[in-house]
């Protein structure tokens, strides 16, 4: 009796022995969180962001705040447009590539370096029968970073303002950062308790890139609106905590200086660097003298499948599959005109792909079809920029 037993326990821990570990890997391999794309890592992260209409092959070099564009075969780059979050140092340093649009291949051919000016260079090879959309954007750590294993301090104060903020969050939250006040929305759950929040200086009245950096909580941080003249400038981060009770946030918001100088002796400047800003694009697109720019503005909650119609100043949805969407607004800064144009879709927030699927032409009563597809968990909230010329 006493053998029986023996055996008994032996059997029984070696089957622990063998069924532990593969419950663990299981585990592991069913809660590994799956990466969002357009959420920044918990750092200080600096980005160039590219977009253009590619028929074969060019290559888009970055050096500083200069961007020079070569096509080596087929048709020229058009309708080109790209933004710094800030300049790209001039020290040997990675970059990451992150492809947002484009059937075909995109590659990061070099990182800067001194042999070649400190400049990195994207290849793109569209050799599909005509034309596509392409966009694309290069991450770096910021400059800021410690060498001496103090890890991140923050943008410097050199180049950068910021607003930090921490609170505890229960269900789904939106704050909201305007001049020097933050105001907190309750989208569901119990809401905001205790929020703290510290402006170095006042978010400007103005256009400006906001990085988000330094986030902390068990659950969801992202930037969901940035400033704008629509939006009276404000910038919007959606705080989404999806287990049970409150839960400990925080993070900061970054935006450069005005006109401040860089490490090589560039200057600030938006209407230079990326001169189809929000603000330059709602004025020309309102009978300015430069090209209409961004035309249309859409948001809204996405779950599934879904078709945006443009035609004329008219705007409408048609739901195809998952759920439909929610909080859909949008805005005209001018009308989709009656004849063949090339329109051109950005996705500013939203974790999935969207793309236009039919250009205006005789044969659709000149009406411009982009679909936004969101095949993850739940929904998210999208935000997009339309043009066309």
């Given at each position: ?260 100088r860089d490490t090589d002796n560039g200057r600030w400047d938006r209407r230079n660097d990326y001169p189809y800003d929000n603000d330059d694009r709602y004025d020309r697109?309102?009978?300015g003298n430069g090209r209409s720019g961004r035309v249309v503005s859409w948001s809204g909650r996405v779950d599934g499948r879904d078709l945006i119609y443009i035609r ?78």
């Open positions: 009796m006493k053998i029986n037993k023996l055996g008994q326990f032996k059997v029984s821990v070696l089957w622990s022995l063998l069924v532990v570990p593969f419950l663990i890997l299981t585990a592991q391999a069913q809660w590994w969180p799956n990466p969002n794309p357009n959420q920044y890592p918990n750092s200080g992260v600096s980005r160039f962001r590219w977009e253009g209409v590619v028929d074969g092959t060019s290559t888009v070099r970055i050096r500083g705040r200069r961007v020079d564009v070569e096509t080596y075969s087929g048709l020229p780059v058009q309708r080109q447009r790209y933004e710094f979050s800030d300049a790209l140092p001039r020290t040997n340093m990675n970059v990451q590539l992150v492809v947002f649009d484009g059937r075909d291949r995109v590659r990061l051919i070099q990182s800067p370096r001194a042999n070649n000016d400190f400049t990195a260079v994207v290849r793109i090879d569209d050799r599909s029968g005509g034309r596509d959309f392409y966009s694309f954007e290069l991450r770096w750590n910021d400059r800021d970073y410690r060498d001496d294993g103090g890890g991140w301090t923050g943008n410097s104060p050199r180049n950068s303002d910021y607003v930090t903020w921490s609170g505890r969050v229960d269900g789904e939250s939106i704050i909201r950062f305007r001049s020097d006040q933050a105001f907190d929305q309750t989208i569901n759950g119990q809401g905001v308790f205790g929020g703290r929040y510290r402006f170095s200086s006042p978010l400007p009245n103005r256009s400006v890139d906001v990085n988000l950096s330094n986030t902390n909580g068990r659950g969801e941080i992202v930037i969901v609106e940035q400033p704008s003249r629509r939006n009276n400038f404000t910038t919007a981060v959606l705080v989404r905590d999806r287990q049970s009770g409150a839960g400990n946030y925080s993070f900061t918001l970054v935006w450069p200086k005005q006109n401040y697109g309102n009978g004329g100043n008219e705007l409408w949805m048609d739901h195809r599959d998952g759920q439909p969407v929610n909080d859909a607004n949008h805005s005209f800064y001018s009308a989709l005109p009656n004849r063949q144009c090339a329109v051109t879709v950005r996705r500013v927030n939203g974790r999935g792909n969207v793309r236009v699927i039919e250009q205006p032409s005789p044969y659709n009563n000149y009406t411009a079809v982009i679909q936004v597809e969101d095949r993850d968990n739940g929904s998210d909230f999208y935000n997009l920029d339309i043009d066309w010329q």
